[in-house]
């Protein structure tokens, strides 16, 4: 039977393109994906992007919605307005909500909640976040790899100790324990403390003053601190025994032993990674708890649709970690979804306007390849794919780039000035046979025509940039875009691909 629920719902029809009454865009095609391409102007948010946000307001989506720039807040306010669903909207903004991620990752449902390994990739997740906000900066070297696997190995260690201790697993709480983590000179000290303190052949004088010593080593290190908290602990498990032991190794011995110059770069990158966090927007609204309408799969369990209003335009690299990092959490929370214990499973969406800002260069194409499964529907609206390749890295961006364009099966091109999108959609919505006439002269005689089929684009790329755009009283406020749906299905048209007109105005 609950295959039966889903089944009427992914074949539900939730409207039909425009200008072709036949052709109709169901839930279960908008889980397959949708991107929106056009240049700044063409209309790509106020013509189908609207289009299709409407439809899935009218037809009980939960959602998130990303902004990129302050105009998207009252956009989205208007369409839910209209929509009749103003109960179901959640703003969070500037002095307004809360959403601590690593609380969120600890105190959630499902397996993996509190798990070592995913808190860690929750915490690296904001390297590639800062990365494409610098336009892919950087890549994918091996040096980097390096010392991002180095990093990653430090952040690990800094949860289970924190774990282990009994502290509040905090961002600051892991600055703190960096930054006094043991020296060589340090960590052998301790070390020959520790030995006369738990030698049965040591005198209690001897062991008054390890034990002073001790303490004074102890007095202002957080880090020692807590490795002694953790070393105290009898109560453990199998597994956090052998965390424990991995622990100790790694600020005793691993981490103590590392010449200055690589301690140096491990702990400026890791610092450079949370330094968002510890003043302004993010220390206010992302590092305290949770407020009880922000979580996530309120999406799905409630229809609730999350609007995070921090404008990149306006916050910049506060903006692109605020939402970005909120964005990884509510695609995890889809994935973890149970569709058949859910008596209405309801659709959900996430919006993202100028997409290649938010973009996770693995993980995206990982989530939309199955997000069906999910009932999740994705759509990113961006200028063109050089967007995608720059934000991808480097050294595999363009792979990257085309992996999530895949999984992306509806695709709506806007007028664009972008060569290389434009033959892209070209190349997409490929060629057909076109007759064409030749004929050979010579100088004393009359030319003999002959007639041959030739290859030739359906839509040449110029094409494209020449579609009509938004904002023009001539156009009657529409703007024009060619969906493509793949793989490509029959149309009424009997072409690849439909030529519409989205009303800017309704």
């Known amino acids: 039977?609950?295959?039966?629920?889903?089944?009427?719902?992914?074949?539900?029809?939730?409207?039909?393109?425009?200008?072709?009454?036949?052709?109709?865009?169901?839930?279960?095609?908008?889980?397959?994906?949708?991107?929106?391409?056009?240049?700044?102007?063409?209309?790509?948010?106020?013509?189908?992007?609207?289009?299709?946000?409407?439809?899935?307001?009218?037809?009980?989506?939960?959602?998130?919605?990303?902004?990129?720039?302050?105009?998207?807040?009252?956009?989205?306010?208007?369409?839910?307005?209209?929509?009749?669903?103003?109960?179901?909207?959640?703003?969070f903004s500037p002095g307004r909500g809360s959403f601590n991620p690593i609380a969120?990752?600890?105190?959630?449902?499902?397996?993996?909640?509190?798990?070592?390994?995913?808190?860690?990739?929750?915490?690296?997740?904001?390297?590639?976040?800062?990365?494409n906000f610098m336009a892919g900066e950087g890549g994918e070297s091996s040096s980097e790899k390096f010392w991002d696997n180095a990093v990653q190995r430090a952040i690990s260690r800094m949860v289970d100790l924190l774990n282990l201790?009994?502290?509040d697993l905090t961002i600051m709480n892991m600055r703190e324990v960096l930054v006094n983590a043991l020296t060589k000179e340090s960590a052998a000290q301790f070390l020959q403390i520790n030995s006369i303190i738990n030698d049965p052949k040591s005198g209690e004088t001897d062991i008054n003053i390890a034990v002073d010593k001790l303490q004074i080593l102890q007095k202002d290190n957080y880090c020692l601190s807590c490795l002694l908290k953790a070393i105290e602990r009898d109560d453990l498990s199998a597994s956090q025994e052998n965390s424990?032991?991995?622990?100790?190794?790694?600020?005793?011995?691993?981490?103590?032993?590392?010449?200055?110059?690589?301690?140096?770069?491990?702990?400026?990158?890791?610092?450079?990674?949370?330094?968002?966090?510890?003043?302004?927007?993010?220390?206010?609204?992302?590092?305290?708890?949770?407020s009880d309408d922000l979580w996530p799969e309120l999406a799905y369990e409630e229809g609730k649709i999350i609007i995070l209003d921090f404008p990149v335009k306006e916050h910049l690299i506060a903006g692109v970690y605020a939402q970005g990092i909120y964005k990884f959490i509510f695609q995890q929370a889809m994935e973890r979804r149970d569709t058949n214990a859910e008596e209405n499973p309801r659709p959900c969406f996430l919006w993202v306007d100028e997409s290649h800002l938010f973009t996770n260069p693995v993980y995206d194409a990982l989530f939309q390849s199955t997000a069906r499964s999910s009932l999740c529907a994705t759509v990113l609206l961006t200028q063109g794919i050089n967007s995608y390749y720059a934000a991808m890295g480097s050294s595999r961006g363009e792979a990257r780039a085309k992996s999530l364009l895949m999984n992306l099966t509806t695709k709506v091109f806007h007028a664009s000035n972008d060569h290389d999108t434009n033959t892209y959609a070209s190349d997409m919505i490929g060629q057909d046979f076109r007759e064409m006439t030749s004929i050979q002269r010579k100088q004393t005689e009359l030319g003999q025509a002959t007639l041959a089929e030739h290859l030739f684009p359906k839509i040449f790329p110029h094409e494209v940039a020449m579609l009509e755009k938004g904002g023009d009283k001539g156009n009657g406020f529409k703007v024009e875009g060619l969906v493509f749906k793949s793989p490509a299905r029959g149309w009424s048209t009997n072409e690849t691909y439909l030529r519409c007109k989205f009303a800017q105005r309704d």
Not at 71 to 84: C, N, P, Q
Not at 110 to 122: M, P, Q, R, V, Y
Not at 268 to 285: N, R, S, V
Request: hydrophobic share 35%; glycine share 10%.
């Open 1 to 91: 039977m609950q295959n039966d629920k889903i089944y009427e719902l992914l074949n539900k029809s939730i409207f039909t393109w425009p200008q072709h009454p036949s052709d109709k865009f169901t839930i279960g095609d908008s889980f397959e994906g949708v991107q929106i391409f056009g240049a700044t102007g063409s209309g790509k948010t106020s013509g189908s992007g609207k289009h299709i946000a409407k439809s899935f307001l009218k037809n009980g989506y939960g959602g998130l919605v990303l902004c990129a720039k302050p105009s998207e807040r009252k956009s989205w306010e208007a369409y839910i307005k209209k929509a009749g669903r103003e109960k179901d909207m959640v703003i």
């Open 244 to 290: 424990r032991r991995l622990v100790q190794s790694y600020f005793f011995k691993e981490f103590a032993l590392l010449s200055e110059r690589t301690k140096s770069i491990v702990m400026e990158q890791f610092l450079g990674l949370i330094a968002p966090f510890e003043t302004g927007l993010l220390q206010k609204q992302f590092s305290s708890d949770i």
């Open 165 to 167: 201790s009994g502290e």
């Open 104 to 131: 969120y990752e600890q105190k959630r449902f499902g397996k993996g909640a509190g798990e070592t390994l995913n808190i860690t990739n929750l915490i690296m997740s904001l390297n590639n976040l800062a990365r």
